[in-house]
């Protein structure tokens, strides 16, 4: 099968499995599917620290997302992140401690500064403003290139 104007091709028979497409295959959602999604935790965002992680793909970090599990007390907790030590713009996020509690969920939208190749060194710092052991969860969304 094959659509020039998609750039969509599949292989024919035997060892030749070929599967190749251009532009952005969508779910019948609407889900861009080239798009990858990975996690790390900070076992505790009330004291200060980082976690690092490389990059799995090529591509650009579109969206950062924590959960926490349970409520954090007295400050906000912010966390901070950065590609090969260099910010992410609009990369960091707040979990505000005032109606914090498990399962709140806080968005970091990157602008700038948030292309990843394979390898960099993703890190996420914890300023330990809060108080309270808690873990945040930090989901990282990649834009495939």
């Known amino acids: 099968m ?3 104007l998609n750039s969509f091709k599949q292989a024919g028979s035997g060892s030749d499995n070929e599967f190749t497409v251009g532009g952005t295959m969508k779910t019948t959602d609407g889900q861009d599917l080239k798009k990858i999604y990975f996690a790390t935790d900070i076992i505790d965002i009330s004291t200060a ?3 690092d992680i490389a990059s799995p793909v ?6 950062i997302q924590t959960c926490i599990n349970g409520a954090i ?3 906000d907790a912010i966390i901070t992140s950065s590609i090969d030590g260099v910010a992410i713009t609009d990369g960091a996020i ?3 401690f005032t109606g914090s509690a498990a399962g709140t969920v806080d968005v970091a939208n990157p602008t700038a500064a948030n292309s990843v190749l394979l390898g960099n060194n993703i890190r996420f710092v914890t300023d330990g403003g809060s108080t309270d052991v808690i873990k945040a969860t930090i989901m990282i969304e990649i834009t495939l290139s």
């Open 94 to 96: 707040t979990i505000a």
């Open 73 to 75: 007390t007295v400050a």
């Open 2 to 4: 094959s659509n020039v």
């Open 49 to 51: 620290s980082s976690v």
């Open 58 to 63: 090529n591509g650009t970090i579109t969206k």
